[in-house]
């Protein structure tokens, strides 16, 4: 009897981890050409068809990777440098009764916004502030969730930031968002989709009632790679670049020059010893020091970061002579005629309105001392392409008729809600603050066929560097159109199934972990909501055939069972511990006693004290929070890779 | 500034912390220095004695060694807490007559079966003889055939396909390495307290003014001596054998042709069946039995679904190895091949799901015994042979207790 085996040699191998979606990955592509150019022999493999199950540490440096192709054929791969690229996975601490179906990660929540029909109605809790956090809730406001609360811990964050950009702040801000700097207390089911979230703040306890919550983060500063153990030449890079660029460029930017960076060094440690290695070496020197140095430059926001200075609901004089000197705001033009406002005060690392203008009127700035647009405001004809291009909407369109009573704004048109021309609008400031109200103006000819993504306003004049959102009015009728006009729910491709005895409706063709997010009976067990099943925990019986919900597709008919729980799943259920580990029961005390009496434990010590990770899940659920947890008993191990072995449960076929 | 103390040993797993506690009973003062990070990060120990059938290890004197109730004699009095024994008798009960400390590490009757092909008549001479000695030295053994094999290996999915036959002894034990450790370890380490239990070492050096060392760890990094009144114990590892050959030259303390070093293969498998055991199975060169800590018959957080099997992969020359031939036996075809055999032709799995895996590599010295180096003002002696099951462990430390004292 024979098991196919396939031995190999690389330098370089970049591998998938479980959960990883569109493979290769900017950061993939970036240290295999990297590598490549200089000569290493390289190995990417992850994504369809090509699984890979694990990696063992060498004795020296370097590791064995191990990858099962689609014909079952196992090959067992020597590297003397190993990256995983690992999925982004950030849960917070754990508190009291949050391991329930109610929190989801952030991967989970994009996949359900992208793919399904979820409700997410009446409020959503957000836990982090990051740019992805923010976007997120913008995202959920703009599609008409009334509620929406991005929630950041209150320690470890200093002066109450946000630790996203200030323009996804403010655009957040604008839409009705708030954002709550609160400690997380607790988590319990109110009714069959309404859970409270109690957190705490210090003028005390308050409940959100929220129909889901999803965990963002960051919750802790994150280098830029990690390499476990120190010397192993094993290397762990995040994911954070999504499949479209402009969806999230900030994730982009990151991923390709942290890859830029760990590439480098790479080679570096790799060929040491080439003599003959000199222009290489150099052009090596070049990239690296370019990718520190841009790495620098995106964090550069945080070091100058800008706070819009109020005084009540209005500008201070200074605030506004701030904003009005920035490099990306007119100076003149805009009381003459239309022009763009860039207002992106802080240095972020974002391009986009640069490369949508056709003019050439914005260009960024990579002069590490001004880091901020540049508008050449002569130039700017305001054709509008920057402002739908711009996804924080920082930019907008503006002619102040200082001399009129009113001027004319136009904005970047995100709500649900069609305005109508001469329709009354409250006015916003950057905080969301009513400033008064304003009247839909028609848009100037050359900006028609913009007129589903722009909306121009008239706005006092002595408002016009306030005001930067509007909201409808709402009338006492408005409630009502709601229940003449709603739509109906039927969704014509659905199909009858069979759901633990009884028949429910869902969408053909699509996961039955989705479905039961789509029903409302999405369990703890489906949190994932796998590309690729490797969590291994959302089984179900489909038909008398056990299958995992998150790789099975709904189709007419099937009979659903779910798998009769594990005790510790039902203790998990009943008791609001702390939960860390769900497939070993393991909560936050238990983490904790195992460090009474002892000092300064290894991460392996503790691993076999605590069997955190070693569950069905392969940590996949638990090795964020177990990390907040260590972070908390004073064992920072942030530079911990989890390399046991395997990554996911690996089911072999011997021939 | 130079610390005295009376003993200096230097290691890691269970034989220095064994060693400190013996010395400190007698009012010693000790410090032990480990170079590794994680203290067990050699993984030294075994959790029961392999019998390793490479090495023709089965005979009757190991098999009368491994009683449990003679092991856990060995064990108890080198333990600082209770330590537990769970009988074969009293498996299935959760509720003992006594009180039963269901965390203390355990040792474990079981019994252990080595299953081979009835064709293989070799083997089979080998069991009857070996069922004779049994007989005589009064342990209880069988020979089996066939269905009565179903009946015992762990994890037999009850269906048989091939003709096999099987020996099996009634009183055999393992035990709770783990437990053994983070016992002894949080034990020790409170004793001793950080000055003297010092981790994360580099560059330890010998000399005629002491022993010199550089502290990695954040609280205490830079560079420490100390003298030792009484002398100093190296606790040979494979870890350590770089550095023992360096510091200690010319001394009696080398590597022989005959002592090898030996790569075992640790996998945890997923069993489709829930796990007897009660007992242990062996085929050809895998030991298979269910992975369990503390009582059996404790179900909370039991996990009765994990198969371990162990294999050795490798014996090589000590004096000949390097990492590089183990990298390329680590996890080969012919363990996959292997354990592919077992799953198929032995439990009758279709297919087999890997849940984990690690490697460890152990000296088989060809003698176990203490060296000692006299060019020192103080006494430094290497040990060999403190590694693997623990009863093996208790007896090197015996003899360095009974040398010093």
Redesign the interface.
């Known amino acids: 009897m024979n098991l196919y085996l396939r031995e190999g040699q690389f330098d370089v191998l970049v591998l998938s981890g479980p959960r990883i979606t569109s493979w290769p990955t900017v950061g993939a592509n970036q240290i295999s050409r990297l590598c490549a150019d200089v000569g290493l022999k390289v190995g990417v493999f992850g994504g369809a068809g090509v699984s890979v199950r694990g990696v063992l540490k060498d004795e020296a440096a370097g590791g064995i990777a191990f990858i099962e192709d689609s014909q079952k054929r196992v090959h067992r791969l020597e590297a003397k440098a190993i990256v995983k690229i690992s999925s982004q996975n950030h849960f917070p601490a754990p508190f009291s009764g949050w391991r329930s179906s109610a929190l989801i990660p952030y991967s989970t929540a994009k996949k359900l916004i992208e793919e399904s029909q979820v409700n997410w109605s009446p409020s959503v809790a957000i836990l982090g502030s990051g740019n992805k956090a923010l976007r997120l809730g913008s995202y959920f406001l703009e599609n008409g969730i009334e509620n929406v609360y991005c929630i950041e811990k209150t320690k470890n964050r200093i002066d109450q930031r946000t630790t996203g950009w200030e323009v996804e702040k403010r655009r957040f801000n604008i839409l009705g968002g708030k954002i709550l700097f609160v400690s997380l207390k607790g988590l319990s089911k109110k009714t069959s989709t309404i859970w409270e979230l109690r957190v705490e703040d210090e003028l005390g306890v308050r409940v959100l009632e929220v129909s889901r919550i999803i965990s963002v983060g960051p919750f802790y500063d994150r280098p830029d790679f990690l390499e476990y153990p120190v010397g192993s030449m094993l290397f762990s890079l995040e994911q954070t670049a999504s499949v479209n660029p402009s969806d999230d460029i900030e994730g982009y930017y990151l991923e390709s020059e942290r890859a830029r960076m760990l590439g480098t060094r790479i080679i570096k440690s790799i060929t040491v010893q080439a003599q003959d290695n000199q222009v290489n070496k150099a052009k090596v020197e070049i990239e690296s020091k370019s990718a520190k140095s841009r790495l620098k430059q995106s964090a550069a926001f945080e070091e100058q970061s800008f706070q819009v200075p109020f005084e009540g609901k209005w500008l201070t004089p200074q605030g506004k002579k701030q904003i009005q000197s920035f490099a990306g705001v007119p100076q003149s033009v805009h009381q003459n005629r239309l022009v763009a406002f860039a207002e992106c005060i802080e240095p972020i690392v974002c391009n986009l309105c640069e490369q949508s203008c056709p003019e050439r009127a914005i260009q960024i700035q990579r002069n590490p001392k001004n880091q901020s647009s540049f508008l050449k405001e002569v130039d700017c004809t305001a054709c509008g392409k920057c402002l739908p291009a711009c996804p924080s909407g920082a930019i907008h369109m503006g002619h102040d008729r200082g001399d009129h009573l009113n001027s004319t704004l136009i904005l970047k048109q995100t709500q649900q809600h069609k305005f109508e021309e001469g329709e009354f609008v409250s006015l916003l400031n950057r905080r969301s603050d009513l400033m008064g109200k304003g009247r839909i103006l028609p848009l100037p000819q050359h900006l028609k066929e913009y007129q589903f993504s722009l909306i121009a306003i008239e706005v006092p004049s002595h408002l016009f560097w306030d005001v930067r959102g509007i909201r409808k009015i709402k009338s006492k009728y408005d409630e009502m159109d709601d229940l003449i006009f709603s739509e109906s729910s039927q969704n014509k491709n659905q199909v009858a199934i069979i759901l633990e005895n009884e028949k429910r409706l869902a969408r053909d063709g699509i996961s039955l972990g989705m479905a039961f997010f789509e029903m409302g009976h999405n369990r703890l067990e489906d949190s994932l909501l796998c590309s690729d099943g490797s969590c291994g925990l959302c089984d179900v019986e489909v038909d008398g055939v056990r299958q995992l919900a998150c790789q099975t597709k709904v189709r007419a008919g099937m009979n659903v069972k779910w798998m009769s729980q594990s005790d510790i799943l039902n203790k998990i259920k009943e008791s609001p511990d702390r939960w860390v580990c769900v497939c070993q029961g393991i909560t936050q005390q238990d983490i904790a006693d195992c460090f009474k009496g002892s000092s300064n434990l290894s991460i392996e010590s503790t691993l076999s004290r605590v069997p955190v990770g070693q569950g069905r899940c392969h940590g996949q659920l638990c090795e964020e929070s177990f990390r907040e947890v260590l972070s908390e008993c004073g064992q920072l191990k942030q530079d911990w890779i989890d390399w046991r072995f395997p990554w996911r449960d690996w089911v072999i076929y011997p021939k | 500034m130079q610390h005295k103390t009376d003993i200096v040993l230097i290691g890691t797993g269970l034989a220095p912390l064994i060693s400190a506690m013996g010395f400190l009973s007698h009012g010693k003062q000790v410090v032990i220095l480990n170079p590794e990070?994680?203290?067990?990060?050699e993984n030294s120990e075994f959790s029961l004695d392999p019998l390793n059938p490479v090495d023709s290890e089965l005979t009757i004197e190991k098999i009368l060694e491994n009683k449990s109730a003679d092991v856990l004699n060995k064990i108890k009095p080198f333990f600082p807490g209770i330590v537990e024994y769970s009988g074969l008798q009293n498996t299935k009960n959760k509720e003992m007559e006594n009180f039963h400390d269901e965390m203390a590490p355990h040792v474990r009757e079981r019994a252990r079966i080595w299953v081979y092909q009835k064709q293989d008549l070799k083997q089979k001479e080998f069991f009857e003889s070996l069922y004779i000695k049994c007989l005589d030295n009064q342990i209880k053994s069988q020979m089996l055939d066939s269905y009565q094999v179903l009946k015992f290996f762990p994890g037999h999915s009850g269906i048989l396909t091939e003709d096999l036959s099987g020996f099996v002894i009634d009183d055999f034990c393992d035990y709770d390495v783990?437990r053994f450790?983070?016992g002894l370890?949080?034990f020790i380490?409170?004793k001793l307290g950080?000055d003297r239990f010092i981790?994360d070492l580099s560059g330890i050096e010998l000399s005629s003014k002491g022993i010199k060392y550089y502290s990695r760890?954040a609280?205490k990094r830079g560079w420490s001596s100390l003298m030792p009144n009484d002398g100093v114990y190296v606790f040979w590892t494979p870890k350590l054998t770089q550095w023992i050959l360096k510091e200690i030259k010319n001394s009696n303390s080398k590597i022989t042709k005959d002592d090898h070093l030996v790569l075992w293969e640790n996998w945890s498998l997923?069993s489709r069946e829930r796990l007897d055991h009660s007992i242990i199975g062996c085929f050809e060169d895998l030991i298979v039995r269910s992975e369990i800590d503390g009582h059996p018959g404790y179900d909370a957080?039991q996990n009765h679904y994990r198969l371990s099997v162990n294999r050795p992969v490798m014996k090589v020359k000590a004096e000949e190895y390097s990492?590089t031939d183990?990298?390329k036996r680590?996890?080969?075809?012919e363990s996959?091949?292997q354990i592919?055999?077992l799953?198929?032709?032995v439990l009758n799995w279709?297919?087999?799901?890997?849940?984990?895996?690690?490697?460890q590599v152990v000296f088989k010295w060809h003698k176990n015994q203490i060296e000692s180096y006299e060019k020192y003002p103080f006494p430094v002696f290497t040990i060999k042979g403190c590694e693997g099951p623990i009863p093996t462990v208790l007896k090197s430390v015996k003899q360095v207790l009974e040398m010093s004292l």
Not at chain 2, 330 to 333: D, R
Not at chain 2, 350 to 359: A, Q, V
């Open positions: 990070k994680d203290y067990f990060s783990k450790r983070q370890y949080d380490q409170e950080p981790n760890t609280e997923v957080h990492s183990l990298d680590v996890a080969s075809i996959f091949e592919s055999r799953c198929k032709n279709e297919k087999f799901s890997i849940r984990s895996f690690d490697s």
